[in-house]
């Protein structure tokens, strides 16, 4: 059974998100199952396709999709061949969505996602604020692509 749940991680007024780091991650194939994750995460699919299994339901991550993993959440991921990322791992402040979603051809947003791991791997003092400026350009993409796809 394919399943992708529409995006609405980024809409939710009660919530807010703390960065605590940002990663380049490249893994080779792999199960895996995750059950305590005390954190939240984003990734942004850079390549590599992998199977995502929750909730007795199933779908496939391909290149440019975005995943959202609520802290806590249990998954199973299984991967044939290399897979890269670039993962958020956050503090959810407030009333996050609990649901796990996931966004395909979430294109327009790599740029972002590049640009926030290059902030913080220089390390200054002001990277905290400018990657939540950036993360929330990225929520505002997303916004304005639920939008145009609501008038279609």
Not at 91 to 102: A, C, L, V, Y
Not at 113 to 133: P, V
Request: glycine share 4%; proline share 1%; with cysteine.
């Amino acid at each position: 059974m394919e399943f992708v749940h529409y995006f609405m991680f980024f809409k939710n007024t009660d919530a807010s998100f703390k960065i605590l780091g940002i990663f380049y991650v490249e893994r080779k194939k792999r199960e895996v199952s995750e059950t305590d994750r005390s954190h939240t995460a984003i990734s942004y699919r850079l390549n590599g396709d992998s199977l995502f299994m929750f909730d007795k339901r199933s779908c496939r991550l391909k290149n440019g999709s975005i995943t959202y993993l609520p802290a806590g959440c249990e998954y199973q991921r299984k991967t044939d061949s290399t897979e890269k990322l670039i993962v958020l791992h956050l503090e959810s402040i407030g009333n996050p969505d609990h649901d796990i979603q996931i966004i395909n051809d979430a294109w327009e947003t790599e740029h972002l996602f590049r640009k926030m791991l290059s902030i913080w791997e220089e390390n200054g003092i002001e990277r905290h604020n400018r990657c939540m400026s950036l993360l929330y350009q990225i929520f505002d993409t997303l916004q304005e692509r639920r939008e145009r796809a609501k008038t279609k």
